[in-house]
C-alpha cells in the first residue's frame, strides 16, 4: 500500500527554467511533508519541508506547496541548475501518531540540461 | 565532520554469513533509524531507536537485530544473510519531529 506516490520517474528541464515535482499522498493523519534530494552514491540531502499548517514554504530557489485538500504537495526549483540533477524524494510523516518516521514516495530523476 | 557516518559503505558477502554494519551520528540526536533502499528504489524504514530505546519494528525477518550502545550509535546486525538482502541499507538520526539526516549507505551484496 503506497502512501506516498510521486507518479513520475523523471523530468528533465532546461538550465534557468522551473522545475515542477509532483507527489500524492493517502493518509489523511500525515502531518508533516518533506522533500530530500539524493546524488548517486549519496544519502539523502534534507532540502524543504512544509507542515500541515501552511501551504506555502519558500527558501531561496526552492518551495512547496501544500494542497491537503487535494492531498497533493509539489516542489517549484527556479531557476533550475545542472547541480539540482539528481533524484528527489517526498517524504511525510504523521508526527502526532508516528513521530519522525518518514514515509518515502519512490522518487523523481531530475535532469537540468545546460 | 560527517554529521551521520556509517561502515562499510560496500559490503560483499556469502549467504549464510552474518554481518553487521556500523552507524554513529554526532548531531546530539535522540532518535536514530535504519532505512531499506531495496532494488526498485523506494526507501522503506526498519528500525526506530530513541534514547537506545526501539520504538519502531517494521516486519522485518528477525534475523535482522539492531543495537544501541548508547543514543549516538545505531548499529545493524544481519544473521544468515540471504540474497533478498541485497540492497542499500541508510542510518538517519533526527530529533523528534524534525527532518531526518542520513548517512551515506552501505550497499550489501549477498552472493
Known amino acids: 500500500d503506497q502512501q506516498v506516490k510521486q507518479n513520475s520517474p523523471s523530468l528533465s528541464v532546461q538550465e534557468g527554467r522551473i522545475s515542477i515535482l509532483n507527489c500524492d499522498y493517502t493518509n489523511s493523519m500525515f502531518d508533516y511533508f518533506l522533500w530530500y534530494k539524493k546524488y548517486p552514491a549519496e544519502g539523502p540531502t534534507f532540502l524543504i519541508s512544509?507542515?500541515?499548517?501552511?501551504d506555502k514554504n519558500e527558501d531561496g530557489r526552492f518551495t512547496v506547496f501544500l494542497n491537503k485538500s487535494a492531498k497533493h504537495l509539489s516542489l517549484h526549483i527556479v531557476p533550475s541548475q545542472p547541480g539540482d540533477s539528481a533524484v528527489y524524494f517526498c517524504a511525510a510523516s504523521a508526527r502526532e501518531t508516528s513521530g519522525s518516521r518518514l514515509t518515502f514516495g519512490e522518487g523523481t530523476q531530475l535532469t537540468v540540461n545546460p | 565532520d560527517t554529521a551521520v557516518s556509517q561502515t562499510p559503505k560496500y559490503l560483499v558477502t556469502q549467504m549464510g554469513n552474518d554481518k553487521s554494519i556500523k552507524c554513529e551520528q554526532n548531531?546530539?540526536?535522540?532518535?536514530m533509524y535504519w532505512y531499506k533502499q531495496d532494488s526498485k528504489k523506494f526507501l522503506k524504514i526498519m528500525f526506530s531507536y530513541n534514547n537506545k530505546e526501539l520504538i519502531i519494528n517494521e516486519t522485518v525477518p528477525n534475523r535482522f537485530s539492531p543495537k544501541s550502545p548508547d543514543k549516538a550509535h545505531l548499529n545493524l546486525h544481519i544473521n544468515s544473510l540471504e540474497l533478498g538482502d541485497s540492497a542499500v541499507y541508510f542510518c538517519a538520526s533526527s530529533r523528534r519531529g524534525s527532518e531526518a539526516f542520513f548517512g551515506q549507505g552501505t550497499r550489501l551484496t549477498v552472493v
Open positions: 548531531l546530539g540526536h535522540d532518535t
Open positions: 512544509i507542515s500541515s499548517i501552511k
